[in-house]
Structure formats: C-alpha cells, structure tokens
T-cell receptor
Framework: NAGVTQTPKFQVLKTGQSMTLQCAQDMNHNSMYWYRQDPGMGLRLIYYSASEGTTDKGEVPNGYNVSRLNKREFSLRLESAAPSQTSVYFC???????????FGPGTRLTVL | LAKTTQPISMDSYEGQEVNITCSHNNIATNDYITWYQQFPSQGPRFIIQGYKTKVTNEVASLFIPADRKSSTLSLPRVSLSDTAVYYCLVGPLNSGGYQKVTFGTGTKLQVIP
C-alpha cells in the first residue's frame, strides 16, 4: 500500500516548456487535489476532482490544466511554464467518508 | 469558508507540553476543525479532527470550547521530532465529495533541546 505517489520528485524547466506532473493513489479514494506551496507559505489549492470524471478549479488555477484519468490517477499539466510557477507541488486524496487528506511526497519544480 | 488565525511561530523545550491555539470566529454550524502537521520537504499529515469538547488520540489532544470560536491543539511532552509546521483547518465534511478547507501559513513549532 503505497498511499499517494508523485512523479517526478524534481524537475527543472525553461520558460515556455511544458510538462505533466503525475499522481496516483491506491486507497480507492474518490477525491483528489493538487496544491502548490511556495517558500514559507501555506498550501494553495490549484484544482480538485471530487470524483472520477469531474474536475474543478481551486484558488489558483491559471496556467494549469488537470486530467482525472481514472479513479487512481490525477495529473497536472503546465502548458507553458513560467518562473512564477516555481514551487513545490503536492497531490492529495481523500475518502468521501472521513475527508482526511493524504498527501504525496511532492514535486519540486524550478522554472528558469 | 471560515477564516483561521494562528500564531506564526512558537518555541518550546523538549519534554514540555505545547498548546497551539487557532481562532475561527466565523465557524459555521456544520464545520469541523482539523489539524495537520508538515515536516520540511514532506506533504502535510493528518493529526486530529473534532467538532466540540475534547478529542484525544495517540498523538495529540484537541480542545474546543462550547462557542467553537477557537480550538487548541495540545502536544504532550514534545521531542525534537515534533519540530514542524502545524495547520488549523476549518470546513464542512462530506461537502459534495471533497473537503472545502483552506491551508493558511500555519504555526512553525521549533522544539529546542
């Protein structure tokens, strides 16, 4: 039981490049989330998915797209990376019954 | 969403009990209070959740007064490994299938030897 896994762990991009951050959970959770955390700051919600096939914007969705590929996987795509997107990205999932969020280890992204 | 206010940072010596208070004056009737812990370079981890009075688990206790406008996370006999950021979240459970909560900047607890 791996919980929430994220790939890659680290990534360096040049401005304008694109990439997809992958997230998977093996806890059969309905809801999944993408957050970003800037240095010394709290987490800000980018997108969430309440269930398979649905996605909705969070607090800071601009510059990102998401795909809920199936119940296990929720990916975050940066179409044209900008230095302002340099951050640590966390994926999380939660059960419909307890609402406790379980977080992945994070992806450290640097955009030059 | 209910706004929460926590101290930015706290220091404590090893072995002491630490109490971190969170203010949430506009908490709604169906809101729960949840605390998460985040170590450096890791994602947050659930600690405890409650609605009213007192909740205790193997890690911490959560005290919620009758008016629910504040809550206190109590960590007994802290050790160096408790150095982390602690987040207080307020929001309804099972609200349309996802958790409507906001992570603020949290309280950075530094445990001193």
């Amino acid at each position: 039981n791996a919980g929430v896994t994220q790939t890659p762990k680290f990534q360096v991009l040049k401005t304008g490049q694109s990439m997809t951050l992958q997230c998977a959970q093996d806890m059969n959770h309905n809801s999944m989330y993408w957050y970003r955390q800037d240095p010394g700051m709290g987490l800000r919600l980018i997108y969430y998915s309440a269930s398979e096939g649905t996605t909705d914007k969070g607090e800071v969705p601009n510059g990102y797209n998401v795909s809920r590929l199936n119940k296990r996987e929720f990916s975050l795509r940066l179409e044209s990376a900008a230095p302002s997107q340099t951050s640590v990205y966390f994926c999380a999932s939660s059960s419909h019954y307890t609402d406790t969020q379980y977080f992945g280890p994070g992806t450290r992204l640097t955009v030059l | 969403l209910a706004k929460t206010t926590q101290p930015i940072s706290m220091d404590s010596y090893e072995g002491q009990e630490v109490n971190i208070t969170c203010s949430h004056n506009n908490i709604a009737t169906n809101d729960y209070i949840t605390w998460y812990q985040q170590f450096p370079s890791q994602g947050p981890r659930f600690i405890i959740q409650g609605y009213k009075t007192k909740v205790t688990n193997e890690v911490a206790s959560l005290f919620i007064p009758a008016d629910r406008k504040s809550s206190t996370l109590s960590l007994p006999r802290v050790s160096l490994s408790d150095t982390a950021v602690y987040y207080c979240l307020v929001g309804p459970l099972n609200s349309g299938g996802y958790q409507k909560v906001t992570f603020g900047t949290g309280t950075k607890l530094q445990v001193i030897p």
